[in-house]
């Protein structure tokens, strides 16, 4: 047995978890500050209107994300089990496939974002100001989809067989590199949105090639050869079923921000798009913490559930769910607090601020609740629960959030579209609790 194998199957689950989540929470860390970062250098360079273009682009990358998850989580989940039950072989048919499948993905969404970008930036609510930046921005971003795919897929496959410190430097290259090129491609050679554009693109081919040389180099517990490229239905259909909930959370986060971003131009016009933008990443710099517990709590489970060790599977979740619910009520104080002054580092607009201290206030509301669900929906795709773990991720967006932004501005204006969020995460998490609770009594 590997030494990360006997790690996962024997090691402390505190001390596992740690291990596996530190690292992983450290890269989600600086990937949402860059995400900061770039979007402070954006409102400083070109002002709201080019945060709301970014809003506006966030969307369609999510788009690109929601695809590239279903391959990456189901390729994960499906190898740590294979790992669990010592089936070598399934695991490196499992890697070629993958590796086909991130290729063909690529290639058809890189030459539809580049032919249908306009009307794809319009349908997702871009308004006539916003645009020709939106439009700067996407046709760069559309070139490195191949890598982004690549560096994102590659994470997870390395999460998946327990090298937790690897996925977290693949994050850090790509996260660290773009705040570095930011300021030189945005002042420094006076580019704008397209040097914001330029510098992701750049980083994102820097964690391609990390990830390609660990592979390469027989780093990895998984053995790439050629002739696995060659597809397997059954491991291609496990493969998508397991991931399809990622798919799900993550391109309902995108028709979400394509209604959002309707919406608050509606209701609130550029401005409403602009705030939105800037909470949605403060958002994500304390919500992606909690996806890295998730991400070193998923090997774990799969892991000892494919090998019957379920006290460690079940010591392992309860412990997840305490951390991501600490974790998400420290980030609920911070966004209820200081809302003027983070909104302050990203612009000096007065109309802005006032609006946004409002928004930020109310959409944070339930933030402490987040934790537990996205703890519930991991632990699903672990399992290799495919339907419960579509239901809970589609849950929160798509059968709450996305008809409540829809209904709640009939009577209440903009700030409907607010209240909507809290509503969502309330009634999301009652639900999930309900489904937690009937899973842990089957596992006893």
């Known amino acids: 047995m590997h030494e ?169 290259i790509g996260a660290l590199l773009n705040i570095i090129l930011d300021p ?87 401005i409403a798009i602009g705030v939105f933008g800037i909470i949605n990443r403060l958002l994500a710099f304390v919500f992606l913490p909690l996806i890295g517990i998730v991400q070193g709590m998923q090997p774990i489970v799969g892991y000892n559930f494919g090998s019957g060790a379920m006290d460690r599977v079940k010591e392992a979740i309860k412990l997840s769910i305490k951390l991501t619910t600490y974790s998400a009520i420290g980030a609920f104080l911070v966004l209820e607090i200081f809302p003027k002054s983070l909104l302050q580092i990203f612009t000096s607009d007065p109309d802005a601020i006032e609006l946004g201290v409002l928004a930020m206030r109310v959409v944070a509301l339930a933030f402490a609740t987040i934790g537990f669900q996205v703890v519930s929906g991991g632990l699903y795709q672990a399992l290799g629960r495919a339907k419960e773990s579509l239901f809970l991720t589609s849950l929160r967006q798509v059968l709450l959030l996305i008809p409540l932004v829809i209904i709640l501005p009939h009577f209440f204006g903009l700030l409907g579209i607010w209240i909507a969020f809290p509503v969502a995460d309330s009634l999301a998490g009652a639900i999930t609790w309900w489904m937690y609770r009937r899973e842990m009594r089957i596992l006893n």
């Open 184 to 270: 030189i491609f945005i002042f420094g050679f006076g580019m704008g949105m397209a040097g914001a554009a330029w510098a992701t693109v750049l980083s994102q081919i820097a964690t391609f090639l990390y990830i390609l040389y660990y592979f390469a180099t027989g780093k990895s517990l998984l053995k790439f050869y050629f002739k696995n490229l060659r597809l397997k239905f059954y491991i291609v259909k496990e493969i998508t079923v397991i991931g399809i909930s990622s798919f799900v959370r993550m391109g309902s986060s995108s028709i979400m921000a394509m209604v959002l971003n309707n919406s608050l131009a509606v209701y609130g016009g550029d």
């Open 4 to 172: 990360r194998e006997t790690q996962l199957a024997e090691a402390p689950i505190k001390k596992l978890l740690w291990k596996l989540s530190a690292p992983a929470m450290v890269g989600m860390l600086v990937m949402a500050l860059y995400n900061l970062v770039d979007t402070i250098f954006i409102g400083r360079a070109v002002g709201l209107l080019g945060i709301a273009g970014i809003a506006i682009v966030f969307p369609i990358h999510m788009l690109i994300m929601a695809i590239e998850q279903t391959i990456g989580i189901g390729g994960a989940s499906f190898i740590s089990r294979k790992l669990g039950e010592r089936k070598k072989e399934e695991t490196e048919f499992a890697l070629g496939n993958i590796v086909s499948m991130v290729i063909i993905s690529s290639i058809i969404m890189t030459v539809l974002g580049l032919v249908f970008i306009k009307p794809l930036l319009i349908a997702f609510g871009a308004t006539d100001t916003i645009l020709p930046l939106a439009i700067e921005y996407a046709r760069i971003i559309m070139l490195g989809i191949v890598f982004f795919s690549f560096g994102m897929v590659g994470n997870n496959l390395v999460r998946a067989e327990g090298n937790a410190k690897v996925a977290m430097i693949t994050m850090l």
